[in-house]
């Protein structure tokens, strides 16, 4: 096993290649192929069901694809049972044993696989996670965030070439996980491992990772650094899964070579071309609601501003390092706008007669034929039960 220890020294990257995944009556992978660089933070992010739980299953070996392989460093593991693959993985549930110390539970594999040195090792590993004065405890005398931590040293004592997260955080209250999300990241950038972090918080995602693939309906629906897929998303999916949207559906009524000028029932909203997946027909463009701006009067016609209006206030909703406002446009539906609290109290009040406006390279314009929310949440639920009853079988 000597050579598995060395193999997994600095991480190293993973390759899905032509993943198909079908269980009895439901296929939770349609077509994946998916490469994550050695070294770097991946994260998987969707909605239950949407066939995260079931990658990691595979890379890790608990599941077999139907069609397919799984690359790790380079060497074909597919037919590796869990155990000799160079892959840890941490649980939500931690699942440390009880009636071991913390030390004793850290050193448990490397003791099992006769590595030398298993105590030292171990706390190496703890004085990583900053819990080594804790060593001789037991796991119940310890908080949930610091369960976590061991459980994280304990995978990552294993030097595994590839550490798995399936929602790690999640058992933990808001402020601890934002707390353990930068330990997380210290502790990825420390000692280089390839971490492939499955979760359905956005949030988390974007906190961590270099690189985000969003799944929906086991696909990968786009992929790249976090800011990229907010600032640009490339299907109404992933612009509202993402964060939230203000989304329109126009008509293309001609451009620019820089430009494409759309028309909103009389409205003309301005999308780059560099921005949008499509140029001509009918299209759905969007924008972001903290790039909206609220002006009580209708701002001046300018080239370099897209304004909709007049709305209504129907909402006012302070949450303290910002506003939020609901406006209802006639023939445009309900808007949200972000205001940052810049000023004392809200700048609008409920009632109110508002312009919107903002900048037209915040404009994005989306691949999807249509807009079609409804269909999107309908979706959702019948996939879920189609989940279910596939599970009850």
Request: some cysteine; aromatic content about 6%; charged content about 20%.
């Amino acid at each position: 096993m000597a050579d598995h220890h060395s193999f997994a020294e600095a991480g190293a990257d993973l390759e899905l290649v032509g993943i198909k995944k079908r269980f009895p009556g439901f296929t939770a992978i349609e077509e994946l192929d998916l490469t994550i660089p050695a070294g770097s933070f991946f994260a998987l992010l969707g909605p239950s069901g949407c066939g995260k739980t079931t990658t990691l299953r595979l890379v890790a070996g608990l599941e077999d694809p139907s069609e397919g392989k799984i690359l790790i460093g380079g060497r074909d593991v597919s037919a590796l049972k869990p155990h000799r693959r160079p892959v840890n993985t941490v649980f939500q549930s931690y699942a440390l044993f009880p009636h071991m110390t913390v030390l004793e539970n850290v050193a448990f594999g490397l003791r099992r696989r006769r590595i030398g040195d298993p105590v030292g090792k171990a706390h190496e590993a703890l004085r990583l996670v900053e819990l080594d004065h804790v060593a001789d405890r037991k796991p119940a005398q310890l908080s949930g965030g610091q369960q976590q931590r061991v459980a994280l040293a304990r995978a990552v004592v294993n030097r595994p070439a590839l550490l798995l997260l399936d929602e790690p955080l999640g058992a933990l209250d808001l402020k601890l996980r934002r707390q353990m999300q930068q330990e997380l990241k210290q502790i990825q950038q420390e000692v280089g491992l390839t971490f492939l972090h499955v979760t359905h918080d956005q949030e988390e995602a974007m906190t961590m990772a270099d690189t985000v693939a969003v799944m929906n309906k086991g696909r990968i629906e786009q992929m790249g650094a976090p800011e990229e897929l907010y600032e640009l998303p490339r299907t109404v999916f992933v612009a509202n899964f993402l964060g939230q949207s203000n989304l329109f559906q126009v008509q293309v009524a001609g451009g620019t070579d820089r430009a494409i000028h759309t028309d909103l029932g009389g409205t003309r909203i301005t999308v780059p071309r560099s921005r949008s997946e499509r140029d001509s027909g009918s299209i759905t463009v969007g924008v972001r609601p903290e790039k909206l701006s609220l002006s009580q009067s209708e701002p001046a016609a300018d080239a370099s501003t897209n304004v909709v209006g007049p709305g209504r206030v129907t909402d006012v909703s302070f949450i303290g390092v910002s506003t939020q406002y609901t406006v209802d446009v006639p023939g445009s539906g309900p808007l949200q706008v972000f205001a940052q609290n810049l000023q004392a109290g809200p700048s609008a009040a409920l009632g109110d007669e508002v312009w919107l406006s903002w900048h037209v390279d915040h404009t994005f314009g989306l691949a999807d034929d249509r807009l079609d929310t409804g269909a999107l949440t309908a979706d959702f639920s019948t996939r879920a039960i189609a989940t279910r009853a596939a599970l009850a079988e």
